[in-house]
């Protein structure tokens, strides 16, 4: 298949260990929750109906709806052909998942032959701010391997998954074969992730929350003196992971809990910890650009020499982008 890019630009997502772009949208006012609701949903249909006026071949009135920026970047004449071209042989576009975060939304959707991809970003006012067109590759033997020892969630209380899933379009991770299994995870509440100066890390629901062992493992290495990055949206790429700590299960499994807050590691290398057992809080160092927790299963202590492996969750989630869990 001919590999047709259209420029996704204007994207407002996460960003982390990896170091693709991936930046939050803060929206200038904060809205009640049912108007917030209300929103998503209107959002979301609003994406829908882009999707299928694509299906139906409404291109050039699509590319009318995009954003300057976007016109600027690509011409009408390039949306048209480079979509043509891709969507030979298309026969439906089927959603895969989306999130709505911060004033910004994210969608994605598949193929009927799950093939080929589709990411539409728009935002608060449903104006196209960018669309990614990508040919998918999956990996069934590793999806389908799960860890052996089921895991709990490595902390309390709900949270959100910004990116994580076996597909591309919904965790940016799966490419990259060192953290194709990885979840980027935040707190949420109205739609936001912060309350209060975008800029400061504190204000981020997800800065400072416990992270616990999610199960009995000894502690391989551990990095605290990492400063949380600030203003949050600046970013330290020297450091991709940053504060973490990394737990060996002992058959094979490394757990990494990555992005932790400056100085509150709990454990230190060679310490032996119970499932459960405080490790950190929630931080925003190294390669991050807002608050948030990086967690992954691997085969070896090196994040980046080493293989993700698809977690089991012991309650048997499966989450992915837009989901939300709540653990005790």
Request: charged share 20%; glycine share 10%; net charge negative.
């Amino acid at each position: 298949m001919k590999k047709v890019w259209i420029s996704l630009i204007g994207a407002i997502l996460l960003t982390g260990c990896t170091g693709q772009s991936e930046a939050t949208a803060i929206p200038s006012t904060t809205e009640s929750l049912t108007k917030k609701k209300e929103g998503t949903k209107t959002m979301t249909d609003q994406a829908e109906s882009i999707v299928q006026a694509l299906l139906h071949g409404k291109i050039g009135e699509v590319y009318e709806q995009t954003s300057p920026s976007f016109k600027q970047q690509v011409s009408k004449t390039q949306f048209v052909e480079g979509y043509t071209a891709f969507s030979s042989g298309l026969k439906s576009w089927n959603q895969h998942s989306h999130t709505s975060i911060n004033g910004s939304y994210y969608g994605t959707w598949v193929d009927q032959d799950a093939k080929r991809g589709l990411v539409l970003t728009t935002d608060e006012k449903g104006i196209i701010t960018g669309v990614l067109l990508k040919p998918l590759q999956n990996y069934p033997d590793t999806d389908n391997a799960l860890t052996k020892l089921a895991y709990s969630a490595p902390f309390t209380g709900e949270w959100y998954v910004f990116w994580g899933g076996q597909n591309v379009l919904s965790n940016y991770h799966y490419e990259v074969e060192s953290q194709r299994y990885a979840y980027d995870l935040i707190q949420v509440k109205d739609g936001l992730s912060y309350k209060g100066d975008p800029a400061k890390n504190e204000s981020y629901f997800a800065f400072g929350q416990e992270i616990h062992a999610p199960q009995a493992g000894t502690v391989v290495h551990v990095v605290h003196d990492l400063k949380d990055n600030v203003p949050v949206g600046t970013m330290n790429a020297q450091e991709p992971a940053g504060n973490v700590v990394i737990l060996d299960h002992g058959n094979g499994e490394f757990s990494y809990f990555a992005h932790l807050k400056e100085g509150s590691a709990k454990v230190k290398v060679g310490d032996r910890v119970e499932k459960g057992d405080l490790l950190g809080l929630c931080g925003n160092s190294g390669n991050s650009s807002e608050p948030h927790l990086h967690y992954q299963v691997s085969d070896g202590k090196d994040l980046f020499q080493s293989k993700s492996i698809r977690v089991q969750w012991e309650n048997g989630w499966n989450p992915r982008q837009g989901e939300s869990i709540t653990a005790k």
